[in-house]
């Protein structure tokens, strides 16, 4: 091989060299650090923008499959609600969801209790979301710390039953999981024609959404069903 052929022969070879690494350094490169999901600050959440004006049956499709590459633990057996006692008794549970998909549902104090029908509309809404946002790809693939605490949430609606802000009052510690009821809050919390009795001082009606998650079940070792534990009050 001649001079001048090895020379182009080296310098093809080091810049393949110099490309391929570079690659490797992207791939390798770390992802950006999370949220101190350890803050205890409330954050106020002023973008409502996903929230719609349209009423709609959130209740609809609580049942229906997953679409392609949502999660693999459809459960084919309705939810059977139990007896609303927590009506009367508030911090009682009531048992709802599937042996596949197990949740308990709950009033958080004596003023949710006394508005248990206005209340129950919102605690059904809700959880109709999360169980099809439990199924999701992200979700679903999710292996929760055995200490991920609640998330709670402050929602505040105005005197005609609109949404109008979210607050993050405590994080789980999972900031995918937090993200997640929010995103489930800004498209159920609304009612229509609320009661007048159960505005706060403030002229507006204000919600304690408290969630707990656990991982429960897997069918493939990847993806998870939860026990989900789901409370709301009203202050």
Known sequence: MSRARRKRFFT?????TAIFAAGCAAEDKPPPPMPDAGQQQPKLLSDLSDVSDAHVDPLANVNAVPAPGEGLLHDSG?????????QIDPGISREIGSEKNPATVRLLNAKAAKFGDFADVILDRIYGRLIIAERTEEISRTKLPTD????????????????TELILEQHSGKARIDQMLIDVCKKSIWYENPPVAALSGDGNYRLTIKMKLENFASLDERHWSFITDLGLGIS
């Open 12 to 16: 093809a070879a080091f810049f393949a």
């Open 78 to 86: 309705g939810a059977t609600p139990g007896p609303r006692t927590y």
């Open 148 to 163: 991920i605490r609640a998330v709670i949430i402050t929602a505040i609606m105005d005197k005609n039953g609109k949404l």
